[in-house]
């Protein structure tokens, strides 16, 4: 026998305006998934990537860390970043209701064209946000051959 979480869905919830979306009965379904989950031992970190004429621009979400606690490496046109966000241990006087920051070893990983000049990576952390600049090389010019 298969137990499944019920939740009573009455008609007038449908009729409500805004009516409610399908992402929002995912969302639920998922959220509720994570919670039975309990131990979290891994979390993926926000990131945003933009492009200017110069530049490729990631900046990587890590809250509570330090810079010694972030490891980047550089193989095979492949930036990686990595690190561990611990959680301190709850204390005897304080229990937890809601728990939405994620805790754990993380890993990303992004393939670096070959327009990244890649002996001019520039990285600096400020504030929980990781900011790493990749600047475009140069173009390389490219010349007609004339066949003879």
């Known amino acids: 026998m298969k137990l499944t979480k019920y939740s009573p869905v009455s008609p007038s919830e449908f009729m409500d305006f805004p009516a409610p979306r399908f992402s929002d009965f995912l969302d639920e379904f998922f959220s509720d998934a994570l919670a039975a989950k309990g131990d979290r031992d891994t979390f993926l970190p926000n ?22 606690d972030i490891k980047m490496d550089l193989k095979d046109n492949t930036l990686t970043i ?36 890649k002996e001019s990576i520039d990285a ?9 600049d990749l600047k475009k090389a140069e173009e390389k010019v490219s010349k007609e051959i004339k066949i003879k």
């Open 47 to 68: 990131v945003d990537i933009s492009e200017d004429n110069q530049s490729y621009h990631i900046e990587v979400s890590l809250p509570g860390m330090k810079k010694e």
């Open 82 to 117: 990595s690190g561990e966000r611990k959680f301190e241990k709850e204390k005897k006087d304080k229990q937890y209701h809601l728990m939405e920051s994620g805790y754990g070893k993380f890993s990303r990983s992004f393939n670096l064209s070959e327009e990244v000049d």
């Open 124 to 132: 600096r952390f400020k504030d929980g946000i990781l900011y790493i």
